[in-house]
T-cell receptor, first 114, second 113 residues
Framework: AQSVTQPDIHITVSEGASLELRCNYS??????LFWYVQSPGQGLQLLLK??????LVQGIKGFEAEFKRSQSSFNLRKPSVHWSDAAEYFC????????????FGTGTRLTVIP | DAGITQSPRHKVTETGTPVTLRCHQT?????MYWYRQDPGHGLRLIHY???????DKGEVSDGYSVSRSKTEDFLLTLESATSSQTSVYFC????????????FGAGTRLSVL
């Protein structure tokens, strides 16, 4: 069965510091991979996606993520965090068959301190 | 943004009452999904639809039913609401031409007292 693990429930970083949010998945084949961001009281916004090809993908708001097949990971990074990045971040795995349903991790809440 | 509107945005109801949540989209996406979001669980799929009158169960479908009579509308019904169904409900849509990208509505916060 497929699963997504985000080991960090809550991360606090200083504004301007670098950020890495971890995501590991379990799936029998190469999945589609996604990072979504959710601001308080809002829906989910797609940050970036990986389908195939270059394992380093660029997203919106200066985020990037790297797919590492050997580690079953898809970690999200940003070199310099802004106060507006404070939100909850969800990693998701998408199946390549059927209805292409998404399976989400439990989320990582990011707090940014001045 | 796939033009997704969820209604109502907030609802408080009592145990045992029926509740219907509506998702309306303007992009003519074939696939529509209902998720619930709970602390410590992320988002979990309740039901999904792959066309008009074509629906299937997701991971946490017990106690929920859905209907899709038009491409643009996907209804989620709690026949007899329970306190365990207090949650935030999200609708999503997907255009098959855009692979597996799902677009989400703003959510409905439901409290069952």
């Amino acid at each position: 069965a497929q699963s997504v693990t985000q080991p960090d429930i809550h991360i606090t970083v200083s504004e301007g510091a670098s950020l890495e949010l971890r995501c590991n998945y379990s799936y029998g084949a190469t999945p589609y991979l996604f990072w979504y961001v959710q601001s308080p009281g809002q829906g989910l916004q797609l940050l970036l996606k990986y389908f195939s090809g270059d394992t380093l993908v660029q997203g919106i708001k200066g985020f990037e993520a790297e797919f590492k097949r050997s580690q079953s990971s898809f970690n999200l990074r940003k070199p310099s965090v802004h106060w507006s990045d404070a939100a909850e971040y969800f990693c998701a795995v998408g199946l390549q068959t059927g209805a292409n349903n998404l399976f989400f991790g439990t989320g990582t809440r990011l707090t940014v301190i001045p | 943004d796939a033009g997704i509107t969820q209604s109502p945005r907030h609802k408080v109801t009592e145990t045992g009452t029926p509740v219907t949540l509506r998702c309306h989209q303007t992009e003519n996406h074939r696939y529509m999904y209902w998720y619930r979001q709970d602390p410590g669980h992320g988002l979990r799929l309740i039901h999904y639809s792959y066309g008009v009158k074509d629906t299937d169960k997701g991971e946490v479908s017990d106690g929920y039913s859905v209907s899709r009579s038009k491409t643009e509308d996907f209804l989620l019904t709690l026949e007899s609401a329970t306190s365990s169904q207090t949650s935030v409900y999200f609708c999503a849509t997907r255009d098959p031409a855009a692979k597996n990208i799902q677009y989400f509505g703003a959510g409905t916060r439901l409290s069952v007292l």
